[in-house]
Structures are given as structure tokens and as C-alpha cells.
């Protein structure tokens, strides 16, 4: 296998060749990177690469597997990982795509120690828009990170550094959080598979409660086995408050089990609630009907429903929450001055949201839910895009004030933003690619702490469309 081909092989198969002995940690490194000082330049998907400290890391790990460690307990052993920046990696700043921050983490978020736990190797970290506030990934400090398949285009946003670094083959999978798509975004404007799990399946500590409850931890990779893989390995340990019921069964179980599940009944929604800034682009819901279309020959129900998401779009329950949350995490850098005039105004929005407010938002979210899944009482799943448009154009928003860019920002969000508020799992799924090259994608929403049903189907898509072979023509 050469070295292009190791870099797009993704996690799972990576970690059979390291574990049978047919490739070395160091080895695998070393091509990620060669290919992230040669190629990154173009894409901007890195905010540091800790080069020396993987290397050590990567000749530990091939000291394990002399030493015969069971595969069992490091089932990622010697894989390389990025971490998005606003996950804590000791001895590392956490950026979150400013310079406002202060002191170098002093420990790793608990997701860090358990990839390190399951033997992974931390390469680098990936760079985000300020404060990981909207869906392109674009900063006066940072720069601009760009999308591998159309380096016009962005990659999304928030884990936009993430998603570029796995679409162009600079790393195997990388962390990311979703806290109003911000996985599942970047995932489908890079054509890679996204899950945001039920809220607390992945601990966030030391950041508990991010955005107040709206964000959660999870990964970008090129597989649904991958992102399956992913999560079996870091499933244990002490969970944050709060965190839901395990899964009934592993999710690489979930993710094998599709041919054997009985056929879904799956609803279908492309509405929105009436918008000046937001419609549904051919390319988008073309994607969505076709995708439609599979299933049904797959043999699963599928049945056109209107989902009942009220007046507004992104809802205030999710906009309130959003809002305020971004003003805490101002307030606890060490230099909040130093964020960009735009960002400080959105803070200082958020800061005249009392915290009287935002009980009330939350003590809403169950009625919230209840009229949101109305749709999910008598189906198993939700298919709908993920976003609207295509990936926007780099710079859409360069030069505007903080109104401009948050309605920019909120017109992207109507699919994926629901989500955050009711907590439950949805993932967004390549679908083939626009005339223009760009990827497509749809979203899948399960139901409360199902998972499973999301990887089953997800598997079956790509079993029947696979998507991880294509690869970045300019990054290939």
C-alpha cells in the first residue's frame, strides 16, 4: 500500500495493519506528516502539529505491540488523531481561533485521555472560527482554513480545521463538537460521514454543559465503521453528569448489523419555517429525494411529513442558549479584548441575555421536543438535508458587522440546530457530489438515545453508494 493510499485508508483498517504487525505507528506518522507540511499550506487545517511529541508518541506505541498489548484494551493503537481547538490537550493552548486565550491546558479533556487510553497518537490541532461561533471557519487570527474538494469554497464550520484535514488526507479522523451543526456541517460540505450523538454519550469535561447543554463532543472521519470504531473505543470510563443510558449494543455492532434489521419506516421533511435568508437549493434537496429513492429500493417506508418547527428559524430556545453561551466563554479567556469588534458585539448581545432567561429557554426544551418529534411517534427516522445551500464561497461574510453575519450564520442552521436543543442523535451522510464538484449530504435523525438505528442506515447508504473511495483530486 502506498503512502496516499495509507493516508485515505482510514482508522479501522489502520489499526489491523498496526495491531498484525504489517505496519509500523512511526511509519503511518510519518506519512501524515510528510503530507501535512507539504500540502497543508493550501488548506490551513492546522493551528499547530506537535510533530516531536507524536513521534514519541508513535515509537510507544510500537513498543506496545512488541510487548504484546491485547488489541482489546488499545483498539486504536498507534492511529493518529487531530483534536479541534477548543479540546484541551495538556501542555497545549486552546486557541478557539483567537489569540484572546491564556495559560497552555494543564490536563487533557477526559475525550483526549480516553483516545490516548485506546493508544491513539495526537498529531495536531485544527483550526476553528473565533469561539467556534459560526459555520465557516475563517478569523483575523487564524487566517483562512479551505475546503479540499474547492479551495474557493469553505469547509464549514465550526470543526471546518477538523474536516479539511481528514478530506484531504492529512490525518485519519480528527475531534470535533456540534453545537448547531458544527460536525455534521463540515462533514457534509467534505463529503465525510458525521455523528452528533445523544447529548453525554461523549464526556466534554472540563467543559461541562457548553453552550449550556447545546454542544457535544464526537468525530469527523471517512466511514461509518470509522466513527463507529471511534466511539466503542472511548466508551469507557467515568461519565459527565447526566450522560444517557449506554447503547444496547456496541456501535460497530450497530454499524455491521443493517442487512439483518428490519425495514425502517423513515419520514421525509425539507420544510422550514418562512425565511428571507434561507431556501432550499436544488442541488440540496435533489440530494435528499435521491437518497429517498435508495432507501425505498432498500425496501424501507418512506413517507413525506412537514416537521412543525414553529415561527422561527434557528428557534430561540436554541438562539437565547447560543447567544449567552458564547458571552460566558468571552468572559472566562483571559483577554477577551483581543476578539475580533464583530465577535465582542455578539458577546455583548448575549451578556444582556439574563440567566433567568436561559433557565426559561431550557425549562422549555421538553415541551420543545415533544412538538419537534411529533414526527418520530410513528417513524423510526428523519431524513433532511443538512444545510440549505451548498458550501458558501470563502469570504461571504469578510468585512460585515456582527447583525450581518450572525443572520448569515442563522440561515445556515434551520436543519441541524433542532437537534442541539432536543439532544437526541442525527448525523449527516455523503450523497454524491453537485455538478459543480462540491459534496452533497443528508442529515438522518433518530429518536432518543438510538444511535444504532443512525448507523445501521448510514451503513447501508454507504454499502450501497460508497463514498470513502473518492478522494480530492488536488489532495489525492
Sequence with gaps: MDAADLAFAGIARQAELIASGELSARDLLEVYLERIQRLDPQLNAFRVVLGERAR??????????????????????GVPFAVKDDIDVAGEVTGVGTNAYGEPAREDAEVVR????????IVGKTNVPELCAFPWTESSTRGVTRNPWNIGHT??????GTAAAVAAGLVGAALGSDGGGSIRFPAAYCGLFGLKTQRGRVPMAPHVDAWHGLSVNGVLTRSVGDTALFHDAIAEGPADPGAPIPPPVSFLEAATSGADRAPLRIALSTNLPPSPLTRLHPENGAA????????????????????DHGPLAPPPEFTVRYLRGLHDEAVALAHPERLERRMRNVTLVGGLLPASLVGWMRAREAAYE?????????????????????????????????LWTTAVAAATVPY??????TGQPACSVPAGFAADGLPRAVQLVGRANDEATLLSLAAQIEAERPWAERRPEQFS
Design 416 to 421: 441541524a440546530a433542532p437537534w442541539n436543543v
Design 155 to 160: 469547509p464549514g464550520g465550526s470543526s471546518g
Design 288 to 307: 435528499v429525494q435521491e437518497t429517498a429513492q435508495l432507501l425505498r429500493s432498500l425496501g424501507h417506508e418512506v413517507r413525506e411529513v412537514e416537521v
Design 114 to 121: 480516553r483516545l490516548r487510553a485506546a493508544g491513539a497518537v
Design 56 to 77: 514519541m508518541e508513535a515509537d510507544q506505541a510500537d513498543a506496545r505491540r512488541k510487548a504484546g498489548s491485547p488489541p482489546a484494551r488499545r483498539p486504536l493503537l
Design 370 to 402: 415533544a412538538r419537534l418529534n411529533s414526527v418520530l411517534a410513528d417513524h423510526d427516522v428523519l431524513l433532511s438535508p443538512v444545510t440549505p445551500a451548498p458550501a458558501p464561497r470563502i469570504g461571504a461574510c469578510e468585512g460585515r458587522g456582527w
